[in-house]
T-cell receptor, first 109, second 112 residues
Framework: EDQVTQSPEALRLQEGESSSLNCSYTVSGLRGLFWYRQDPGKGPEFLFTLYSAGEEKEKERLKATLTKKESFLHITAPKPEDSATYLCAVRGSSYKLIFGSGTRLLVRP | DVKVTQSSRYLVKRTGEKVFLECVQDMDHENMFWYRQDPGLGLRLIYFSYDVKMKEKGDIPEGYSVSREKKERFSLILESASTNQTSMYLC???????????FGEGSWLTVV
């Protein structure tokens, strides 16, 4: 069965304190791993798509990496405006997206 | 920019009412989706559509129906709303089946 597990559930950082969020997955025939940011009361905002192990993508203070079993979202020198819930999702051979439960990130000034 | 618009952000309905949630996308996407998001349960797929007048059940279709008469518009219908359908509803779209899914801002539905 396709499955996505995100850790930690919640993460508190001081402004400028770099860290990483983890997304572990099991899927038959990976057809994409997706990262989204979700602010309270709003819909998920697309960040990155990764398709193959070794792939990396960057956007401002965020960098996403992918291996055959997991993905990391690295946050470098975060700012309070980076506070949000970060969702990971995978698509397997069924083309359906399987979402993780998310990591709630709080960055304190 | 990708734009998925959900016409109603906040709704309060009574038990037994028929409820329509409307969604419009302006990217000429083939696929459209309806999800609901609940604390502790994450995002769950209700229905999706891969073409006009075509629809497929997702993981939790019971109590819901959908309509796609035009490519850009996808409606979610609650035939007889119940309190356990109180939730945040998210519409999304993608160009092809394997492409990135883009979400709307969400519709908060409270059934009393």
């Amino acid at each position: 069965e396709d499955q996505v597990t995100q850790s930690p559930e919640a993460l508190r950082l001081q402004e400028g304190e770099s860290s990483s969020l983890n997304c572990s997955y099991t899927v038959s025939g990976l057809r994409g791993l997706f990262w989204y940011r979700q602010d309270p009361g709003k819909g998920p905002e697309f960040l990155f798509t990764l398709y193959s192990a070794g792939e990396e993508k960057e956007k401002e203070r965020l960098k996403a990496t992918l291996t055959k079993k997991e993905s990391f979202l690295h946050i470098t020198a975060p700012k309070p405006e980076d506070s949000a819930t970060y969702l990971c999702a995978v698509r397997g051979s069924s083309y359906k997206l399987i979402f993780g439960s998310g990591t709630r990130l709080l960055v304190r000034p | 920019d990708v734009k998925v618009t959900q016409s109603s952000r906040y709704l309060v309905k009574r038990t037994g009412e028929k409820v329509f949630l409307e969604c419009v996308q302006d990217m000429d996407h083939e696929n459209m989706f309806w999800y609901r998001q609940d604390p502790g349960l994450g995002l769950r797929l209700i229905y999706f559509s891969y073409d006009v007048k075509m629809k497929e059940k997702g993981d939790i279709p019971e109590g819901y129906s959908v309509s796609r008469e035009k490519k850009e518009r996808f409606s979610l219908i609650l035939e007889s709303a119940s309190t356990n359908q109180t939730s945040m509803y998210l519409c999304a779209s993608s160009l092809e089946a394997q492409d990135t899914i883009y979400f709307g801002e969400g519709s908060w539905l409270t059934v009393v």
